[in-house]
């Protein structure tokens, strides 16, 4: 068990410009998440996985965010034309169907995007 | 000492103390609670979980309660040591368009003093 691993660690970019984050699950984990997390809050569901299906979306998740799962594995979530507000702690987070139901989430230590 | 979920966020004990944290979940299809602990800079970190059958559970050195009546959870540490320290998240879940989608309270800061 190698953990799920989250590139880059951190990311300071401009405001306006895009950003790509990477998540690689463990890899015997099915179902993959994306959460966010501001100080002083608990981790925010913005999308959900279930091998290369997204399945479940956040209705507060703006149009200018996108991920993809393209065979399963790994995972990238892309943050277009980022805002000050996009600022936050990206979290992501891999369990598997267990036989008696659901799994606890294992996290990343994520990636902390700064927009300036 | 006791913590009363989101209205006290911050719990301090003294090392070798018994820690409650307290959790009030909102969802009464809620069916699967998992608590975890994260540090500083890192992410949250597994550490128990209890089924909706059940209504206590025990680890090593923590003990999680479930009273559904209620839809109150509480994490017990015993002997609380200052490697403990961290923010505690309770998370529950149920199933929405036939998905499971963890939801996260707002978590509890938990200080031990040495």
């Known amino acids: 068990d190698t953990g799920v691993s989250q590139n880059p660690r951190h990311k300071i970019t401009k405001r306006g410009q895009n950003v790509t984050f990477r998540c690689d699950p463990i890899?015997?984990?099915?179902?993959l998440y994306w959460y966010r997390q501001t100080l002083g809050q608990g981790p925010e569901f913005l999308t959900y996985f279930q091998n290369e299906a997204q399945l479940e979306k956040s209705r507060l998740l703006s149009d200018r965010f996108s991920a993809e799962r393209p065979k399963g594995s790994f995972s990238t979530l892309e943050i277009q034309r980022t805002e000050q507000g996009d600022s936050a702690m990206y979290l992501c987070?891999?369990?598997?169907?267990?036989?008696?139901?659901?799994?606890?989430?294992?996290f990343g230590n994520g990636t902390r995007l700064t927009v300036t | 000492g006791e913590s009363v979920g989101l209205h006290l966020p911050t719990l301090s004990v003294q090392e070798g103390d018994n820690s409650i944290i307290n959790c009030a979940y909102s969802n009464s299809a809620s069916d699967y609670f998992i608590w975890y602990k994260q540090e500083s800079g890192k992410g949250p970190q597994f550490i128990i979980d209890?089924?909706?059958?059940?209504d206590k559970r025990q680890g090593q050195r923590v003990t999680v309660l479930l009273n559904k009546t209620v839809k109150h959870l509480s994490l017990q540490i015993a002997a609380t040591q200052p490697g403990d320290s961290a923010v505690y998240f309770c998370a529950e879940n149920w199933v929405s368009g036939g998905s499971y989608i963890p939801t996260f309270g707002r978590g509890t800061s938990l200080i031990v003093h040495p």
């Open positions: 890899s015997e984990h099915n179902r």
């Open positions: 209890i089924r909706s059958n059940m």
């Open positions: 987070a891999s369990s598997r169907t267990g036989v008696r139901g659901e799994s606890p989430l294992h």
